[in-house]
């Protein structure tokens, strides 16, 4: 799986900058090419929508709004031909990685080990060698 979503999210944003549309319309087109296969994964998967309490309900709005944020950010960047696409799409998913670990850590509680911290000082490095 982990393999998959690589590929998937590695790929992706590849494809929509080959399509040379605006960021607005990619954001779109993939929103739509994304609905087709979580509505097929939601008749195969086990989905128990009459349980979720109102609570989860809103957090999961919440999430749905920050990713659409983040989504239509993101679809400006890959469709926008005058910043390298090499140099920028690298260091947002570095920091989105950066914000994942920073708030695993805040919200959840996770332990912070000196390897994440390695990790963490060795993504900001990457970020800057990146950004020369």
């Keep these: 799986m982990v393999v998959m979503a690589a590929i998937g999210f ?13 960021g607005s319309a990619t954001a779109l087109l993939i929103s739509l090419g994304t609905l087709f296969p979580v509505v097929i994964g939601l008749k195969f998967l086990p989905f128990a929508h009459a349980q979720m309490p109102i609570r989860a309900i809103l957090i999961g709005l919440l999430a749905g709004a920050v990713n659409g944020a983040g989504f239509l950010a993101y679809s400006r960047i890959i469709s926008n031909r005058d910043l390298d696409f090499s140099v920028y799409v690298p260091i947002m998913v570095l920091l989105s990685m ?5 708030g695993s850590v805040i919200l959840f509680g996770e332990k912070i080990s000196l390897d994440k911290v390695i990790g963490l000082i060795l993504m900001l490095l990457s970020i800057y060698f990146l950004s020369r």
């Excluded at 944003?13 to 549309?21: D, E, M, V």
């Excluded at 950066?98 to 920073?102: H, L, P, S």
């Design 10 to 22: 590695g790929a992706w944003p590849l494809i929509a900058r080959y399509a040379s549309l605006g």
């Design 98 to 102: 950066f914000v994942t670990t920073a």
